[in-house]
């Protein structure tokens, strides 16, 4: 094990003394299982944001505005997001990706979407 320094608050602290003396167990102990916990947790970002330069922009917003049908919302707008993500020029680049990025929900792409996005 390594040791290593950190600096947190005093009301955190405090907390996590009072946590570690619920559970019978050291600051350090319950510190490194929030660690580990956090660690299991990280989803590494995708490779492919941002790999392709359509020269378009505003792609997610025009599909979304255009492509809207009350029955099938999920999809239209899954593409919008998808296809925004991936090209770094759209307009929309910077935000989609930081959805994806700081989503802690499985994404789930429907097939269509991608024929969709290859079109």
Do not use: F
Not at 29 to 55: D, N, T, V
Not at 63 to 68: G, H, K, P, V
Not at 80 to 95: C, E, K, P, Q, S
């Amino acid at each position: 094990m390594q040791r290593t320094t950190i600096s947190i608050s005093e009301d955190l602290i405090e907390h996590l003394r009072i946590m570690a003396a619920e559970r019978k167990i050291s600051i350090a102990a319950l510190i490194r299982e929030c660690l580990e916990e956090k660690a299991k947790s990280r989803r590494p970002k995708p490779k492919s944001m941002g790999i392709s330069a359509s020269g378009h922009t505003g792609t997610a917003r025009r599909i979304s505005e255009e492509r809207a049908k009350p029955r099938q919302p999920l999809s239209y707008w899954m593409l919008g997001l998808l296809y925004a993500t991936l090209d770094r020029n759209d307009a929309d680049h910077g935000a989609c990706r930081k959805h994806i990025e700081e989503s802690n929900e499985q994404l789930v792409i429907p097939a269509p979407v991608m024929w969709e996005v290859d079109y």
